[in-house]
């Protein structure tokens, strides 16, 4: 069959919404909660349900929530934490925000994760914790990254925002209590969405206070209730704080998505394997790997990267050329440390950069891109999606 390009842009993704959080989102308008209350308390249960963890906390984002886990780590000025710069920059500058260095190490360049191999030689007196990113949804390998920290007393903080229903060994991401925390998100571009929004797993049942302190004013407890028939009207600040918290009309969305994950997840593995199959002759790319019995995928994004020398044109180049195609990609991600905050802050601060530079990071951040996945693509959908490559890359 001869290419026909499409009428319509394909976006490389698009949120699973249906009729069921729709009918939620109105029951709470008419119920009268809208901003935090009951059902976000309900959300909050169903994740530690989900995830297999004592406690998971919900607020405004993946980055606040981050950014609290730094708080309740008493990170300090100077204070160092390892982690990759193949990452959202929010990874980065929730320590930065908090006065920490953030110290990068490379990638394993093909899961695209943190390479526990230098973890050892960024270590310093100065290091106090790592964080991994399960990039893709793909999980880190957790049991190397466990075994170091051990080893020179430093916590683990699990960057989950692409990971919600990846599984490392047989266990859901968050459910190994050798890390003191994990994030995930929410956004609209995630594997689940409540439209904004990120969530907190924890194990120690000493951080839920501070945490429910910290994303709401330094009040107290469940402050939500004091407008409730149960609750009081008065209140204390114990701490300054931020307001972070997590609405009823997000959690409507979310009551309803957290039931839908595992079967959006097995329909993304799906496409994920069938795009595998269907360039697996494409010697001007590199593929992404499915995962294995360990590193349980999720499905999030599928990257790919452009081998220019075979192709013909740079990443830049065949992402133009598949938008006239009306093809939409993503970049996950350009490098934090070119950006030009981090550039002028690495070049202040070369010790927190492997002495060999991130070679595979920066040859990975010039050629890779996600292509459109999502529950809702169909076959010919992706179908498409490939007879767009193959006729970009033949001419």
């Avoid at 994760?113 to 790592?130: F, M, V």
């Avoid at 920290?149 to 490392?168: F, I, N, R, S, T």
């Avoid at 997840?265 to 001007?284: Q, T, W």
């Amino acid at each position: 069959m001869s290419y026909v390009r499409r009428e319509a842009f394909l976006p490389f993704t698009r949120p699973m919404v249906g009729q069921e959080e729709i009918a939620e989102i109105i029951d709470s308008i008419e119920s009268g909660w809208i901003t935090t209350g009951p059902k976000a308390a309900r959300f909050e249960e169903e994740l530690q349900a989900y995830n297999g963890v004592p406690h998971c906390l919900v607020m405004n984002s993946a980055t606040t929530a981050q950014e609290i886990t730094m708080q309740c780590l008493d990170l300090q000025p100077g204070d160092e934490v390892i982690t990759t710069a193949l990452t959202w920059v929010s990874t980065l500058s929730t320590i930065l925000l908090q006065g920490g260095v953030p110290v990068l190490v490379d990638i394993d360049p093909v899961t695209l994760n943190l390479d526990p191999a230098g973890l050892e030689a960024a270590i310093t007196s100065r290091t106090r914790g790592i964080i991994p990113v399960h990039l893709t949804g793909l999980p880190a390998p957790m049991d190397e990254i466990w075994r170091i920290a051990a080893a020179h007393g430093l916590w683990v903080v699990e960057d989950a925002a692409q990971a919600m229903g990846a599984h490392y060994r047989g266990r859901k991401i968050g459910a190994d209590p050798r890390s003191v925390f994990t994030v995930y998100s929410f956004h609209p571009n995630k594997n689940m969405t409540t439209g904004e929004g990120g969530g907190i797993a924890f194990h120690d049942d000493a951080f839920e206070s501070r945490i429910k302190r910290l994303r709401f004013h330094g009040i107290e407890r469940d402050a939500w209730k004091r407008f409730a028939k149960e609750g009081s009207p008065h209140f204390d600040v114990t701490e300054p704080a931020r307001k972070a918290n997590f609405m009823d009309l997000q959690a409507a969305m979310g009551l309803h998505q957290i039931k839908k994950l595992d079967g959006f997840n097995a329909r993304r593995g799906v496409l994920f394997n069938r795009y595998l199959e269907l360039m697996k002759d494409m010697e001007e790319v590199v593929l992404p790997i499915p995962g294995d019995d360990v590193h349980q995928h999720c499905f999030h994004l599928f990257v790919l990267r452009i081998r220019p020398e075979k192709a013909g044109m740079d990443r830049d180049t065949f992402v133009a050329r598949l938008k006239d195609e009306n093809i939409g990609t993503g970049i996950h991600y350009r490098p934090a440390h070119v950006h030009s905050f981090y550039r002028d802050f690495y070049e202040k601060r070369p010790d927190a950069l492997p002495k060999g530079g991130l070679p595979h990071t920066e040859w990975s951040g010039d050629r890779l891109l996600s292509l459109p996945l999502w529950p809702g693509l169909t076959e010919d959908d992706q179908d498409q999606v490939v007879a767009a490559i193959r006729k970009v890359l033949s001419h």
